[in-house]
């Protein structure tokens, strides 16, 4: 089955320490995205990438890192630099980034800090 | 900037009652329109959309009509389901000129729960 895979479900930070969320698609989608959903406050774009070796910050890049080596892949690295990290993070793909298309959304991580 | 609103919730409603979820929309542009639908502690789906104005999404039930000249998008169900449980985001899809980007601006989300 074509999906979006997020691993790991939870993740817990220690202050100080960098965490790695992985996405993976196997949709052949150009576009991938990741976004931090907070309570009460909808999606917020953190970073998009529409082709390999490209990617754009969105509205809350800071404390946050990305890349895209590959197609299928778009990890995100939460930083030391992210004082408040805890939250509801969401790899979403499209097929080229292009208006009006639909973007496909994974299961989601949640980090929470120790 | 681009931004949507929707209703406050959450909003409890007993089976088989009638739903609308409001929506509104300020761009600058002509934007798509989305719904999109959140189970608990799962990713997003994406419900229905509507690309032009007039245009009207409909999936599972749910409708949602593209009003430009009320800058709306407003969700409606004619008989809610227990299973229909969920939070709902609404979003917008639009280019910004010279940048090549076509971000989903969302709405904060309106929590629907249907009792039996």
């Known amino acids: 089955d074509g999906g979006i895979t997020q691993s790991p479900k939870y993740l817990f930070r220690k202050e100080g320490q960098n965490v790695t969320l992985s996405c993976e698609q196997n949709l052949n989608h150009d576009a991938m995205y990741w976004y931090r959903q907070d309570p009460g406050q909808g999606l917020r774009l953190i970073y998009y990438s529409q082709i390999v070796n490209d990617f754009q910050k969105g509205d809350i890049a800071e404390g946050y890192s990305v890349s895209r080596e590959k197609k299928e892949s778009f990890p995100l690295t939460v930083t030391s630099a992210q004082k408040n990290p805890t939250a509801f993070y969401l790899c979403a793909s499209s097929i080229s980034g292009g208006q009006g298309e639909t973007q496909y959304f994974g299961p989601g991580t949640r980090l929470l800090v120790l | 900037g681009d931004s949507v609103t929707q209703m406050e919730g959450p909003v409890t409603l007993s089976e088989e009652a009638f739903l609308t979820i409001n929506c509104t929309y300020t761009?600058?542009?002509?934007?798509?329109l989305f719904w999109y639908v959140q189970y608990p502690g799962e990713g997003l789906q994406l419900l229905l959309k509507a690309t032009k104005a007039d245009d009207k999404g409909s999936n599972k039930g749910f409708e949602a009509t593209y009003r430009k000249e009320t800058t709306s998008f407003h969700l409606e169900k004619g008989s809610v389901q227990v299973s229909d449980s969920a939070v709902y985001f609404c979003a917008l899809n639009l280019a910004y000129s010279g940048a090549g980007s076509y971000q989903l601006t969302f709405g904060k989300g309106t929590k629907l729960s249907v009792i039996p």
């Open positions: 761009a600058t542009g002509y934007p798509s």
